[in-house]
């Protein structure tokens, strides 16, 4: 028996309270078959015992016996010792008594703080040899002594993250917890010294990652306080260390130690491993990887029949998500229960993203793993959630324990992937007195015990698994009740209203623009009395403004690709967008990588890192008087090249959308080519882009 039976044995014991397979499920965060199995682990007890065994009703509600908690006898008490350990958690167990021992301990001494037999421990001791060796670490004995490991402490601490970074499903995870994490007090210091160091330096964890690297902080300060210090590591540059020098900086100052310098190494290895919902460093193949992300979504919808090319979402967080896995070292996801509940419900999906991987797989030069595949997975079936779940305006009910900012970005992403009609925002503790009639259902960010509503809970991010568990709940809904069709009328929003204004600005100021948008934005969300966080994309400058007929030039004669190149940048560099280096860059990025720059039939898109000489952001455009081949095999030859000058990853990415996506119509091309002059070109791109943001 587990933790997992132990805790469902305790719920169905409230006979009171009416629960079915989905809450458990939802509760312990593993598939309903999970949730049946331990049902039917139950009832073998009870049977035992002679008691009435649980039955499942339609619809997956439990019904139990009166004399159903009399089982509580049998696992009475809080700690672990009241159940009997399975072989994993007695090794995962002794695993951690082994590895945070400072010297050698005994077998006696690891079966007494199990509460086993010195044979039990004698029989899992081979297996817990190995388990400890796949964490490159040895077990030694010594016939007076006992046991202890040799080994590197970063692989040490490395096994230690990995055993906690488990699924919190199993009875023995208190246990471990203190005997290698910090106290609560200095565990809630050292997340908030990290959550304040991902805004000074622009790097936001997702929660997986940001969970994983606060485990490890706790880690680390435990074996410095014991002694044990990273061993000399080779010190080297990278995009993290200024990060890890200030986590270590203030760990140091606030629990009062000295963190050396290759404690702080191997914490800047430790970061750039993690997985980043947004962060300032721009890599130097964040462009190739937006192109490579588009060439993925054209495949996977012509695949699944869906057309997905025009969600901006799925590209943006699809493209952040491999900017940041692939731009570091392959890590080994753990195990996600809630990823791999969405991969087996959508195998078709599933089916479709392997498939396409290929094209993802040749930008990283190595094979994608199953849980890589896994997460894409996520994303598209997040996509294809927002598709479809945009036809009856729900009622939905905001509930929130994080302050009323986080509410309202709560609230804006839900209305702007849904057709939601957001009736209220209220305090989760205020949520045990909603009743039914008051709106459709409740989204919480933490679990609500006593709501008598249906209520779902997700993260205030807003992550793609949110969206799939709100868009199966809506197809629930959907099912089960005659749900009107709700029209909210028309409200006017700052987003709206920022959408008219910004392109006037860009228009008619030059330089601060961006600036003057976003300060702009802040005075009429204020005014709105909205968020005053508005989604970048309203700040970044539209295609047309990036092109405007001074970064144009017609019938431009090249001999090949690369005065092609050459040429497409001689705006940009007479302007002192880009330096000389730049230009030279793309030559090499092409030489070197082939020509994936070439977006569509006859129209290419050179560009290079941020660290090659790009000093604003802003694109140039020719059209060639002759054609030319880039090697493009079915998409030569080349007519259109323009040159991209990207300051980071993200404030272009609006214009290379729209781009994209009004490639696709070969009248656009046709109207490009008809045009005489620049302003033509200009007026033509602003007409197709509006086309394109309007569908």
């Not at 005659?482 to 909210?488: E, F």
């Amino acid at each position: 028996m587990n933790k997992r039976i132990v805790s469902i044995i305790q719920e169905l014991s409230k006979l009171e309270k009416c629960v079915n397979i989905a809450d458990l499920a939802k509760k312990f965060e593993v598939s309903e078959r999970t949730v049946r199995n331990d049902l039917n682990t139950i009832n073998d007890m009870l049977k035992k015992s002679k008691l009435g065994i649980v039955k499942l009703e339609k619809g997956g509600q439990v019904i139990r016996g009166d004399s159903f908690p009399n089982i509580l006898r049998l696992v009475d008490g809080k700690d672990f010792y009241a159940y009997k350990l399975s072989k994993e958690e007695r090794k995962k167990i002794a695993s951690v008594l082994l590895i945070s021992s400072l010297g050698f301990i005994t077998l006696s001494d690891i079966a007494d703080y199990m509460a086993v037999s010195r044979a039990t421990v004698i029989n899992d001791l081979e297996e817990i040899k190995n388990f400890i060796k796949k964490g490159n670490l040895e077990v030694h004995s010594h016939p007076n002594k006992g046991l202890r490991i040799e080994g590197k402490e970063s692989n040490k601490r490395v096994f230690l993250v990995r055993l906690l970074n488990y699924n919190p499903e199993m009875a023995e995870e208190d246990i471990v917890r203190k005997q290698i994490v910090v106290d609560q007090e200095t565990a809630e210091v050292l997340y908030k010294i990290l959550q304040e160091q991902e805004h000074v330096h622009e790097s936001f964890l997702n929660d997986s990652s940001f969970q994983k690297i606060g485990i490890y902080l706790g880690i680390m300060v435990n074996r410095m306080r014991q002694g044990e210090y990273i061993e000399v590591r080779e010190k080297k540059q990278n995009s993290k260390c200024a990060m890890a020098q200030d986590v270590a900086k203030y760990i140091g100052q606030y629990c009062h130690m000295n963190v050396t310098e290759d404690e702080t190494q191997f914490l800047s290895e430790i970061l750039i491993s993690g997985r980043y919902m947004k962060q300032k460093n721009f890599e130097k193949d964040s462009v190739k990887i937006q192109m490579t992300v588009r060439m993925f979504i054209e495949a996977v919808s012509e695949e699944l029949g869906i057309n997905l090319n025009r969600d901006y979402d799925f590209f943006e967080n699809l493209s952040n998500h491999l900017d940041s896995s692939l731009s570091a070292p392959r890590a080994d996801y753990e195990r996600n229960p809630v990823i791999e509940k969405v991969v087996e419900e959508n195998q078709e999906i599933r089916r479709a993203v392997k498939k396409n991987a290929p094209i993802i797989q040749q930008h990283a030069g190595r094979e994608l793993t199953e849980m890589e595949l896994g997460y894409i997975t996520v994303h598209v079936c997040a996509a294809i959630e927002r598709k479809k779940n945009k036809e009856i305006a729900f009622h939905v009910i905001v509930a929130c324990h994080a302050g009323v900012g986080t509410s309202y970005l709560l609230q804006e992403k839900l209305k702007k992937h849904f057709n939601f009609q957001i009736v209220d925002i209220v305090s989760s503790h205020e949520a045990a007195y909603l009743k039914e009639g008051q709106a459709d259902f409740v989204i919480s960010t933490v679990p609500l015990k006593e709501c008598g509503m249906e209520h779902i809970t997700v993260s205030p991010l807003l992550k793609d698994e949110d969206y799939i568990r709100i868009g199966n709940m809506v197809d629930r809904l959907r099912e089960n009740r005659n749900l009107p069709l709700r029209d909210r009328g028309k409200k006017k929003t700052a987003k709206e209203l920022m959408g008219k204004i910004a392109p006037l600005i860009y228009d008619r100021v030059s330089g601060e623009a961006q600036e003057l948008v976003k300060r702009i934005g802040m005075v009429v969300t204020e005014y709105f009395e909205e968020s005053p966080k508005l989604d970048e994309e309203i700040y970044a400058p539209c295609l047309y403004q990036m092109l405007p007929p001074s970064h144009i030039r017609l019938d431009v004669e090249c001999r090949d690709w690369r005065e092609a190149v050459r040429e497409s940048a001689r705006g940009l560099l007479v302007a002192d967008y880009i330096e000389e280096r730049y230009v030279d860059a793309m030559i090499r990025n092409i030489e070197e990588n082939g020509p994936y720059i070439v977006l569509s039939k006859g129209f290419a898109l050179p560009h290079e890192g941020v660290g090659q000489g790009t000093r604003k952001l802003g694109m140039s455009f020719i059209r060639l008087l002759w054609p030319v081949e880039f090697d493009a095999e079915e998409r030569d030859p080349v007519e259109f090249v323009c040159c991209l000058s990207a300051v980071d990853h993200k404030t272009h990415l609006k214009a290379f959308f729209h781009l994209v996506n009004m490639l696709k119509k070969n009248e656009f091309k046709e109207e490009l080519r008809r045009c005489r002059i620049p302003e033509e070109v200009t007026q033509t791109i602003l007409r197709y882009e509006n086309m394109a943001m309007e569908e």
